[in-house]
């Protein structure tokens, strides 16, 4: 079922393009690439709110059944100090929130928007905002599961809280609070909500480059392809990082990728183009 996400895609550039499957084929003869060392760390985000309010626990604890509703109840703890909260799943995760009765300043937040799918298919206006959350989970590991756990309660805060507009800071992108939710409870694996994508073009292609895997312990994908298939670059960008955020490991270099059985793209790591000392998988579309 196509979701809002996927007509979205159909819009970007205002290009046709067609949603496809992806196949990845092992480089005979190599061992697959080294796996990214997992680590315990702190998750971030940063709901942008109109005003300087914390939904009360009945509305994070109804936002939190329809979007997790297979996860089990939601535990709201007293504030510890005024402007906290604190909330627990009880099928694990957990997410500490602190309310800032201010702007992220700089207009770091609304600039950060042009990197959501949702911006560059023209549906999304970012507007500036009078206050914010940060919601701050500990991870046990860099897993996409776990990560997913902390996003769907983000979400459910973000809805609660009637924010505008989710602030994912290790992505570099803003999305609209609709959008955000939409995604969060959709997918297993939200990598769109994880990652903006930054777009560059020379010539007749363009590239499409994810900012956001180095959350995972992975290396960011870059793809290529011509100007006119750009939304059909954009859709498989995504498709990828699904499926390399869920299986926790990259491409290895060498190796080959299709969107059929008969297509074998070779990928190629290289220097990423905007983080030094770091390495993209890198795409050539013919």
Same mark, same amino acid.
């Given at each position: 079922?196509?979701?809002?996400?996927?007509?979205?895609?159909?819009?970007?550039?205002?290009?046709?393009?067609?949603?496809?499957?992806?196949?990845?084929?092992?480089?005979?003869?190599?061992?697959?690439?080294?796996?990214?060392?997992?680590?315990?760390?702190?998750?971030?985000?940063?709901?942008?709110?109109?005003?300087?309010?914390?939904?009360?626990?009945?509305?994070?604890?109804?936002?939190?059944?329809?979007?997790?509703?297979?996860?089990?109840?939601?535990?709201?703890?007293?504030?510890?100090?005024?402007? $906290?909260?604190?909330?627990?799943?009880?099928?694990?995760?957990?997410?500490?929130?602190?309310?800032?009765?201010?702007?992220?300043?700089?207009g770091e937040a609304e600039a950060a928007s042009q990197r959501s799918? $949702?911006?560059?298919?023209? @549906?999304?206006?970012?507007?500036?905002?009078? @206050?914010?959350?940060?919601?701050?989970?500990?991870?046990?590991?860099?897993?996409?599961?776990?990560?997913?756990?902390?996003?769907?309660?983000?979400?459910?805060?973000?809805?609660?809280?009637?924010?505008?507009?989710?602030?994912?800071?290790?992505?570099?992108?803003?999305? %609209?609070?609709?959008?955000?939710?939409?995604? @969060?409870?959709?997918? @297993?694996?939200?990598?769109?909500?994880?990652?903006?994508?930054?777009?560059?073009?020379?010539?007749?292609?363009?590239?499409l480059l994810s900012l956001g895997m180095a959350q995972l312990g992975?290396?960011?994908?870059?793809?290529?392809? %011509?100007?006119?298939?750009?939304?059909?670059?954009?859709?498989?960008?995504?498709?990828?990082?699904?499926?390399? $955020?869920?299986?926790?490991?990259?491409?290895?270099?060498?190796?080959?990728?299709?969107?059929?059985?008969?297509?074998?793209?070779?990928?190629?790591?290289?220097?990423?183009?905007?983080?030094?000392?770091?390495?993209?998988?890198?795409?050539?579309? %013919?």
């Amino acid at each position: 079922m196509r979701s809002r996400f996927a007509r979205l895609l159909s819009l970007l550039l205002a290009l046709s393009g067609c949603a496809s499957t992806s196949e990845v084929q092992p480089k005979q003869g190599l061992p697959p690439a080294p796996r990214a060392e997992e680590a315990a760390g702190v998750h971030l985000a940063f709901i942008l709110l109109d005003a300087p309010t914390l939904p009360s626990a009945d509305r994070v604890q109804a936002a939190w059944r329809r979007i997790s509703p297979e996860a089990g109840p939601l535990t709201v703890g007293a504030p510890k100090q005024e402007g $906290a909260l604190e909330l627990r799943a009880s099928g694990g995760g957990g997410v500490v929130l602190a309310l800032i009765p201010a702007p992220i300043p700089g207009g770091e937040a609304e600039a950060a928007s042009q990197r959501s799918i $949702a911006y560059l298919a023209g @549906a999304f206006e970012p507007s500036s905002h009078q @206050a914010h959350l940060v919601a701050a989970g500990t991870a046990e590991d860099r897993s996409a599961q776990a990560l997913a756990r902390f996003t769907r309660l983000v979400a459910a805060v973000a809805e609660a809280s009637e924010a505008t507009a989710v602030y994912w800071g290790e992505g570099q992108v803003t999305h %609209p609070l609709a959008f955000f939710v939409e995604v @969060a409870r959709e997918q @297993a694996v939200p990598a769109v909500l994880w990652n903006g994508v930054s777009i560059a073009r020379d010539g007749d292609r363009v590239s499409l480059l994810s900012l956001g895997m180095a959350q995972l312990g992975l290396r960011d994908l870059e793809i290529t392809a %011509p100007v006119s298939r750009s939304v059909e670059a954009m859709e498989w960008l995504f498709h990828l990082l699904g499926y390399v $955020a869920g299986r926790g490991e990259d491409i290895p270099d060498g190796d080959t990728v299709g969107r059929s059985a008969n297509e074998r793209i070779r990928v190629q790591h290289r220097v990423h183009p905007v983080e030094a000392g770091s390495q993209v998988v890198h795409i050539a579309m %013919p």
